[in-house]
């Protein structure tokens, strides 16, 4: 009888992860939009697209690399990463573990010390990266687009997640990168697994104006509350492989 007890306790457990997961993707955030899909379509036009890219455990933002972007992120050019230079399309943002993301650029990285940190409680970082053309149709690549003003507002929230020298600046940290191509800089708040990236990154575009689901600790859960609670005027379905 005790083990049949415990064998049920320990069912309700994942039974229960499941549900808060799954009610967390389908309750809207913010629960309701003044205006309506009509409104929403007529705030949209002539708006910025921006990219959202997943991996299975983590979420970035891609900004395109129009003048105006180049502008605000120019200090990376301090950090030997110039965003103006030839061939870049793309200015890819992600937040996350200062441990975990610096030291894992592959799974192959993987190490239990990092992993131990960020399931707990970590500093945090911003990792920047230039990119060229992206696939907006590839699986791994989710089409958002914002009116101007969501955008500038996403700017916005994007540069407050920096931590800040006394001139103001955002601090790089030294000898941390994957390559040729990217840097980690100083992070404002701290990571945990239930407040991770991918929370981040719905933060970021709520923000902006878009509905996301109230937790979404999973990019695969963050890009299915996309879908359910924007339409496709935002959440862009373009054709290809992405949408057969």
Same mark, same amino acid.
């Given at each position: 009888?005790?083990?049949?007890?415990?064998?049920?306790?320990?069912?309700?457990?994942?039974?229960?992860?499941?549900?808060?997961?799954?009610?967390?993707?389908?309750?809207?955030?913010?629960?309701?939009?003044?205006?309506?899909?009509?409104?929403?379509?007529?705030?949209?036009?002539?708006? &910025?697209?921006?990219?959202?890219?997943? @991996?299975?455990? =983590?979420?970035?933002? /891609?900004?395109?690399? #129009? !003048?105006?972007?180049? %502008?605000?992120?120019?200090?990376?050019?301090?950090?030997?990463?110039?965003?103006?230079?030839?061939?870049?399309?793309?200015?890819?943002?992600?937040?996350?573990?200062?441990?975990?993301?610096?030291?894992?650029?592959?799974?192959?990285?993987?190490?239990?010390?990092?992993?131990? &940190?960020?399931?707990?409680?970590?500093? @945090?970082?911003? =990792?920047?990266?230039? /990119?060229?053309?992206? #696939? !907006?149709?590839?699986? %791994?690549?989710?089409?958002?687009?914002?009116?101007?003003?969501?955008?500038?507002?996403?700017?916005?929230?994007?540069?407050?997640?920096?931590?800040?020298?006394?001139?103001?600046?955002?601090?790089?940290?030294?000898?941390?990168?994957?390559?040729?191509?990217?840097?980690?800089?100083?992070?404002?708040?701290?990571?945990?697994?239930?407040?991770?990236?991918?929370?981040?990154?719905?933060?970021?575009?709520?923000?902006?104006?878009?509905?996301?689901?109230?937790?979404?600790?999973?990019?695969?859960?963050?890009?299915?509350?996309?879908?359910?609670?924007?339409?496709?005027?935002?959440?862009?379905?373009?054709?290809?492989?992405?949408?057969?």
């Amino acid at each position: 009888m005790r083990l049949k007890r415990l064998l049920c306790g320990l069912g309700i457990v994942p039974a229960a992860i499941l549900f808060i997961l799954g009610l967390g993707t389908l309750l809207p955030r913010p629960a309701w939009t003044a205006g309506g899909p009509a409104s929403a379509a007529a705030a949209h036009a002539g708006g &910025r697209m921006i990219l959202i890219l997943s @991996s299975d455990i =983590h979420s970035d933002i /891609a900004l395109p690399a #129009d !003048p105006d972007v180049l %502008s605000r992120f120019g200090f990376m050019a301090e950090a030997g990463l110039d965003p103006a230079q030839p061939g870049v399309a793309w200015i890819v943002a992600g937040w996350g573990s200062r441990s975990f993301y610096i030291a894992t650029p592959t799974w192959s990285d993987l190490k239990p010390g990092p992993l131990a &940190r960020a399931l707990t409680l970590d500093r @945090s970082v911003m =990792h920047m990266e230039l /990119a060229g053309d992206i #696939d !907006p149709v590839h699986p %791994s690549v989710q089409p958002v687009l914002l009116s101007g003003a969501g955008f500038e507002t996403l700017i916005a929230g994007i540069e407050a997640s920096f931590a800040r020298d006394g001139a103001g600046r955002p601090v790089p940290i030294a000898g941390a990168s994957y390559g040729e191509f990217d840097a980690f800089y100083e992070g404002i708040g701290h990571f945990n697994a239930l407040a991770g990236c991918n929370v981040w990154t719905s933060r970021m575009l709520r923000m902006a104006g878009v509905s996301t689901g109230w937790w979404t600790p999973l990019p695969q859960l963050l890009e299915f509350s996309l879908r359910l609670h924007n339409g496709d005027d935002v959440v862009l379905q373009l054709p290809g492989e992405r949408w057969p």
